[in-house]
């Protein structure tokens, strides 16, 4: 089994720039999609960004379509979230997820484990 672990967290101003890292442990690594999941205070948990296990395909929520870009290095058991043009309303913790159902909406875990977070903070 694969345990996250994110990183790259911070405060920044609107209109900046954020990279997470998310470094998982386990030798099946590339055979998982990956994702990334936030929770804003008094929010709901809430898909941001997907990665198929190959590497080929993505998908995004609307909300950082255009913004966000998600990546992986198989080599490195790492997936990463570049983040441009941050917004004060991305403020959130932020999930790495092993095991994501990218095939159909809603995109979900299934059967996943979940990093510990990284808190995002973009201040106006």
């Known amino acids: 089994q694969v345990q996250p672990k994110e990183s790259g967290g911070g405060l920044v101003q609107a209109g900046g720039s954020l990279r997470l890292s998310c470094a998982a442990s386990g030798r099946t690594f590339s055979t998982y999609t990956m994702g990334w999941f936030r929770q804003a205070p008094g929010k709901e948990r809430e898909f941001v960004a997907g990665?198929?296990?190959?590497?080929?395909?993505?998908r995004y929520a609307d909300s950082v379509k255009g913004r966000f870009t998600i990546s992986r290095d198989n080599t490195k058991n790492t997936v990463y979230l570049q983040m441009n043009s941050l917004k004060p309303e991305d403020t959130a913790v932020y999930y790495c997820v092993a095991g994501v159902v990218l095939d159909t909406t809603p995109y979900v875990p299934r059967g996943a484990t979940w990093g510990q977070g990284t808190q995002v903070t973009v201040s106006s």
């Open positions: 990665i198929w296990w190959r590497g080929g395909s993505t």
